[in-house]
């Protein structure tokens, strides 16, 4: 029997190119060239390969138009990530295309992400690491790039799903106090100690530090805008590895300028590989390009994931992972 076509749109670990080019009559696309950028690209080559499954990434304009252009050989869109804002899942659904992602696997790495922007950010290492490399470093001095600690801060998660719980637990070995915001509370033993918030003014105003870890989409698009910045106490960080959409990078800007946000650390942005203009001028915000689930472990993992779920939808059998 021949194996299911599979159209992968990105180069992938090598070990995940191999199994697929095992299980597979897979296309790969092992320069990473960027016709993955074009939903009408995507739907020609399923076209022309007679695909009958996608592994594609976050970011690939998986929109109603690229789903409805599709061929219908296709019956499965496996995302290698966690996120699948990238996909109108209505659309596939009602294609009666499956669409998988990749949970559980990437928790602890995204969460180290969130944790790495919340203490380079606290501890100006950015502005160090460039003062280093620009050779303008004269030597240790009592004040210079005098940062805050994490010690003692309350750390406000919004959003506690896998990667917020990882971030609690990590953040309770830095003796930071943990609140979270989410749209219910946890049960208690999933909680250990955090305290929930089920109003955004009360949150906003008691944390030191917000690290969002929200899905994208409208439901949560530009929420932490002005109004919501202003309530939050003076000097405060602002962390974000979950969807660049969810910050409104305009009042973001203007709060790190005025110095009512200390300092900002980002590794996700509205409109991804476009990074707002206005970051680039400022020495308080740690700039990272979407590094969130990237190690070696995890992106193999993550891979594994995808495959066993196309695997498993194109022997007719139920995904692990569906999502919508
Ligand atoms: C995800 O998995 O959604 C990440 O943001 C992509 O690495």
């Known amino acids: 029997m021949p194996k299911p076509v599979l159209l992968l749109t990105r180069k992938l670990p090598a070990a995940i190119e191999a199994r697929a080019a095992a299980e597979f009559d897979a296309r790969l696309n092992p320069q990473d060239d960027p016709w993955f950028r074009d939903g009408a690209e995507i739907a020609r080559r399923a076209a022309e390969a ?3 499954g996608i592994l594609c990434a976050a970011g ?7 789903i409805a252009a599709l061929p219908a050989s296709v019956k499965a869109i496996a995302t290698f990530s966690v996120g699948y804002d990238h996909i109108n899942v209505p659309a596939a659904k009602a294609r009666g295309i499956t669409v998988t992602n990749t949970p559980e696997v990437l928790s602890f790495a995204t969460a180290e992400t969130a944790l790495t922007l919340m203490l380079m950010a606290a501890r100006r290492a950015g502005e160090g690491e460039r003062m280093v490399r620009a050779r303008k470093w004269e030597g240790w001095a009592p004040t210079q790039l005098m940062g805050v600690t994490l010690e003692g801060k309350k750390l406000g998660i919004l959003g506690m799903g896998r990667i917020g719980r990882e971030l609690a637990s990590m953040a309770r070995g830095l003796k930071m106090e943990i609140h979270y915001r989410d749209v219910q509370r946890l049960p208690a033993e999933a909680e250990q100690g955090a305290i929930f918030h089920d109003n955004d003014a009360g949150f906003l105003s008691t944390i030191d530090v917000i690290s ?4 994208g989409g409208d439901a949560t698009r530009k929420w932490l805008n002005a109004e919501r910045l202003a309530q939050m106490k003076p000097g405060s960080l602002v962390v974000n590895s979950g969807r660049g959409g969810s910050v409104d990078d305009v009042a973001l800007v203007a709060a790190l300028k005025s110095g009512h946000i200390r300092a900002a650390g980002l590794d996700v942005y509205d409109g991804e590989p476009v990074v707002f203009e206005g970051y680039f001028g400022l020495e308080n915000v740690v700039l990272l390009p979407h590094l969130g689930s990237a190690t070696i472990e995890v992106r193999d993992a993550m891979g594994h994931r995808a495959l066993d779920n196309l695997t498993a939808v194109l022997a007719g059998k139920p ?6």
């Open 319 to 324: 995904a692990l992972h569906p999502v919508g």
């Open 50 to 52: 007679g695909a009958a």
């Open 60 to 66: 690939d304009p998986m929109s109603a138009e690229t």
């Open 212 to 215: 969002m870890h929200v899905p």
